[in-house]
């Protein structure tokens, strides 16, 4: 037995996605293990995680996502991800108008996905009223936090280039106060209205090129902290640009998805 699956990447964050809106691939119990084998860079395909997309059950989703990541555990939303997904969705007509919903494990949230002028496929997702925690002192560090789907924490810092991100992040990653363990986010603040950030990513267990929820939660807490102004805030990951709009109640964030390549693994 052969099983389909297709390599896609928002700003170089990787996935394996399988299509699971006819019929199960892969049986629950058997995803986390998936993930973790097909996830490797040496030995499998090769990714940040493995998204399966399946019919949604929540009442005005188009479909569903699910996300396990190279640990084998599942994530309750992920920015790039859902970028992905929605391509997926449009380019095969699981998503019959520009405009629809996506069911995630973080709730079913409104994507308006096209593509623009030179042929790349851009998306906005309406990412959810963040949860904003109390400042920490972690290790000398002062460590704001935010839920945007997935818990993170946002350190600002004068050079993210220069941050030791594995010397620094697992500190705050594994630190109790976050009881699930978080995310973490080093930012710096490059102009009244952008700012750079680097991300530690918890489930991957090292730093990704780019982070959707990270970029959304530093974003909104460099707003809130009063480090930046503006409408929308530019965010620069090591992938490429993320904008994140943050005048509303309700955050949105746009970006790039695009398919790597289709291919088949026994199984």
């Known amino acids: 037995m052969s099983i389909t699956f297709t390599k896609m990447h928002g700003?170089?964050?990787?996935?394996?996605?399988?299509?699971?809106?006819?019929?199960?691939?892969?049986?629950?119990?058997?995803?986390?293990?998936?993930?973790?084998?097909?996830?490797?860079?040496?030995?499998?395909?090769?990714?940040?995680?493995?998204?399966?997309?399946?019919?949604?059950s929540a009442e005005g989703a188009a479909v569903k996502m699910r996300l396990?990541?190279?640990?084998?555990?599942?994530?309750?939303?992920?920015?790039?991800?859902?970028?992905c997904l929605a391509k997926f969705a449009s380019d095969n007509g699981y998503a019959k108008t520009k405009l629809f919903k996506v069911e995630t494990m973080a709730g079913v949230l409104p994507v308006r996905g096209d593509y623009d002028g030179d042929g790349d496929y851009m998306a906005s997702i309406e990412m959810g009223e963040a949860v904003f925690g109390k400042a920490e002192k972690i290790n000398g560090m002062e460590v704001f936090s935010a839920n945007t789907g997935v818990p993170h924490a946002a350190v600002f810092v004068d050079d993210a280039d220069a941050v030791d991100i594995g010397g620094c992040a697992p500190a705050i990653r594994h630190n109790p106060v976050y009881p699930a363990g978080t995310n973490v986010n080093f930012v710096q603040v490059t102009g009244p209205d952008s700012i750079t950030i680097r991300t530690f990513e918890r489930g991957v267990e090292g730093e990704t090129l780019s982070c959707g929820t990270g970029a959304t939660a530093s974003a909104l807490i460099a707003a809130r902290e009063k480090k930046v102004t503006g409408d929308v805030i530019h965010v620069t990951t090591k992938g490429g640009p993320l904008d994140i709009s943050v005048s509303g109640k309700v955050p949105v964030m746009t970006g790039p998805a695009e398919t790597v390549y289709t291919g088949e693994i026994p199984f």
């Open 68 to 83: 396990f990541q190279p640990d084998g555990s599942e994530a309750e939303m992920c920015g790039n991800g859902i970028r």
């Open 11 to 56: 700003n170089g964050d990787g996935f394996i996605l399988i299509d699971e809106m006819k019929e199960t691939v892969i049986p629950d119990e058997m995803k986390a293990e998936f993930a973790v084998v097909y996830c490797d860079r040496k030995f499998g395909i090769g990714g940040d995680g493995v998204l399966f997309i399946s019919p949604a």
